[in-house]
C-alpha cells in the first residue's frame, strides 16, 4: 500500500499529518511518500520525523522553474497551490491514497489523478464554518479530531458510515516532540498573554492589532506575546505591512512578535501562556489542553451567542473595544472559575481521547480502510 502525504500549503499543515505518517510508515507493507513544493518543507518535515522516533518515508519535492518564479514573486512559503497540483498531478496518480490537510487538492481528480483515495486528514478543530467545507464530502476517507466534528460533518452530510473515523488530534503527538518544553521568551515571570488573531476576514487584527499592542506597551503587570495565525503573514506584502511595526517594538521588553518561526506552529506559546487572547483561531482549543483564562475580541461586532461558529467564546468574556486590556485580563484571571467547567467540556468534545496516541489511532484507520469495506 503505497500512500503519499501531500503538503501544498505553509508549513503549519505539516504538524497535522508528519506524527501520522511516521507511524503509517512502520506498518507492515505500508510505503509512505511525503510531498511538497517547499524543499525547506521537506527539512521541516525530516526533523519532525527524527523528533519522532524516525521513520521509513521518502520525500519528493514537486518542483519547476515556472513553480520557482511564481513563488518568488509572492513571496510566499509555497508557490500557488493550483501551479503544484498541475506539476505533480502524473507523480501523484501512482499512489494508493493521497492524504492532505486541505481541499484544495481535490482538484487533481480534474487532472486525471484518479487511482487514489483522497483521504482527508484534520486541519485544526476549531467551530468556523471553514472548517466545515462542502468539499470535505468529496473525500474517500475523513479523519476527524472528535464528537463536535463528527456530529456537525455528519449533520451536514460530508462524511457516510465507513468513509470516516475520529482518532483524535494528531499534532498534539507531532507538536509534543517538535518544541522545546524549557525555551522562555522573557527573562522574568510576569504572566504572560498571547494574542493570537486569525487571518480570515473574521480575525480581530486589522482593527485591533495595533491598539492591542499600545494597550500592553503602555502597562508593566503582563508579558504579551504576538503570535498570528500563520497565514496573516505570508507573503511579499504581508512581510511589508508588518516591517515598521516589528521596528517599533523590537527593543520592548515585554513585548515579543513572532512573524513565523516554528514556535508559532508547534504550540509552544499556547503551551506556555498563562492567558489568551484571540478571535476564531481553533488554536484556543490547543491552548485549553491545559485550562486557562481566555479573552476573545468581536472586531466585526456579531451576533455570536447561538451560533455555532463561535462556540468557543463561551470560554470567556467577548470584548467589543482593545481599550484597558490590562484591566480586562485582570478580570479574565479572577472570574476564570466561571467559564472551567464550559472549558473542560468544549475540550472534551473537540478532542477523543484514548491510551493510544491519536497519530496511531489515525494510522489504523487508513489502513483499516484501504484494505477493508472502505475499498468498495
Known sequence: MRVCFLFNAQRHQLLHGISTAVDLSRREDCEVHLASPSEEHLDYARRLSSRLGGADIRYHRIGSALLSLAQMLTGGEVPPKLLTLLRGAQHLNRFDAIAVPERTSLLLRR?????????????GAGDRAAGFDHRIAEFDMVLMAGEKHRTRMMRENLIREDHYAVVGYPKF????????????????????????????????????????????????????????HIRLLDGRAAATRWAGLLAE????????????????????????????????????????????????????????????????????????????????????????????????????????????????????????????????
Open 173 to 228: 503527538d507531532a507538536a509534543d516532540a517538535a518544541r522545546d518544553p524549557d525555551w522562555r521568551p522573557f527573562a522574568d515571570d510576569r504572566p504572560v498573554v498571547l494574542y493570537n488573531p486569525h487571518f480570515s476576514a473574521f480575525g480581530s487584527w486589522d482593527r485591533f492589532g495595533r491598539e492591542v499592542l499600545r494597550s500592553f506597551a503602555a502597562q508593566d503587570r503582563y508579558n504579551l506575546i504576538v503570535a498570528p
Open 249 to 376: 517594538y523590537a527593543d520592548h521588553p515585554r513585548i515579543r512578535i513572532d512573524t513565523g518561526s516554528d514556535r508559532s506552529i508547534d504550540m509552544t506559546y499556547t503551551t506556555l501562556a498563562d492567558v489568551y487572547l484571540g478571535d476564531v483561531s481553533s488554536q484556543v482549543y490547543e491552548f485549553l489542553r491545559a485550562p486557562g483564562p481566555c479573552l476573545f475580541l468581536n472586531a466585526q461586532g456579531v451576533d455570536w451567542r447561538d451560533d455555532e461558529n463561535y462556540g468557543h467564546w463561551r470560554f470567556g468574556p467577548v470584548l467589543d473595544t482593545a481599550a484597558d486590556l490590562s484591566d480586562a485580563v485582570d478580570a479574565a484571571r479572577r472570574n476564570h472559575p466561571g467559564f472551567l467547567a464550559a472549558q473542560v467540556a468544549g475540550f472534551a468534545e473537540t478532542f477523543a481521547t484514548a491510551a493510544e496516541p491519536a497519530s496511531g489511532r489515525a494510522a489504523d484507520a487508513i489502513v483499516s480502510f484501504m484494505r477493508g469495506a472502505g475499498r468498495n
Open 111 to 123: 487532472m486525471g489523478v484518479k487511482r487514489p483515495r483522497f483521504i482527508h486528514l484534520d486541519h
